[in-house]
């Protein structure tokens, strides 16, 4: 029994190290943001992944992740209301963060998509030609995902003390792709199914669930490094409301409905604070 959970423990242990780690250096160095740390490492295991086990990818799985890299490459070329961090602190222009950023989500696009033909996690309706099941996937992520994205909107006013101040529909609804698309393919696809692979031998019934609620609470904790430094019991705190809040419903539509539907969810996020100025 201890040897089954072994894996698991190693697993957790590792990832809270990494943020400790990071907290503790960035208190006294300048550090890359958590976000950089975990998609570097996720898409370095996609590459691994995709490397080794290439010849199982089909023809739609390739063009799927080829259209995702380049829509957001070039989604990021004309970006105006999303503005990401330089990358590793050096990237910050468009053009760098859009050659990034297309790159990191084609990989991690075909990392997840050889997982999933291995009976991963999350399915991606739209590399196998299900087109019936990606239309009621984008829409009951936009449908659980409306609420939340008002919901959102006020919480923000509120908690920045700043009103609502509208932008560019248009801009809205493009730069929102960015963070929509590349976040689910790297947290809700990749790594989802990464750490499927290393617990599905030690835990084949717990590994689905106890893999994405791990890639859940990366992609949710990574969002906290200013209050970790600040206030870690507070980071604690707020990450886990968070989580439960905005972190379960696109764990669940990825595992339900694939991961368009998480992807929709997410975009309409954005899509939303973007419009309302936030």
Not at 21 to 40: C, K, V, Y
Not at 194 to 213: D, F
Not at 229 to 240: F, H, I, V, Y
Request: aromatic share 12%; with cysteine; hydrophobic share 55%.
């Amino acid at each position: 029994m201890k040897h089954k959970y072994l894996t698991l423990f190693l697993l957790i242990s590792g990832i809270a190290g990494v943020f400790i780690l990071r907290t503790l250096l960035a208190s006294t160095n300048t550090m890359p943001r958590t976000f950089e740390i975990f998609d570097s490492l996720t898409v370095a295991g996609s590459l691994i992944i995709f490397l080794m086990n290439h010849r199982s990818l089909r023809r739609g799985d390739w063009i799927a992740a080829f259209i995702l890299g380049a829509a957001i490459c070039a989604g990021m070329l004309f970006s105006s209301l999303f503005t990401p961090y330089p990358f590793f602190g050096i990237v910050s222009s468009n053009t760098g963060q859009a050659v990034i950023r297309g790159l990191f989500t084609t990989i991690a696009t075909l990392g997840g998509l050889v997982i999933m033909r291995q009976q991963g996690p999350v399915q991606f309706h739209a590399a196998s030609g299900n087109w019936s099941d990606m239309r009621r996937g984008i829409l009951s992520g936009l449908a659980i995902g409306l609420p939340l994205a008002v919901l959102n909107i006020f919480a923000l006013s509120f908690t920045q003390g700043r009103p609502i101040q509208w932008q560019h529909p248009f801009a809205a609804v493009l730069d929102a792709l960015q963070p929509g698309v590349m976040e689910e393919v790297i947290y809700r696809f990749a790594l989802w199914g990464l750490l499927w692979l290393v617990l599905r031998n030690p835990l084949p019934q717990q590994a689905i669930w106890l893999a994405g609620g791990l890639a859940m609470l990366i992609h949710n904790f990574s969002h906290f490094d200013n209050l970790f430094l600040q206030s870690p019991l507070t980071a604690l705190g707020m990450g886990t409301v968070l989580a439960l809040i905005w972190g379960l419903p696109p764990l669940i539509l990825a595992r339900r409905r694939g991961l368009e539907s998480a992807i929709a969810f997410h975009w309409i996020q954005d899509a939303a604070r973007f419009l309302a100025g936030f």
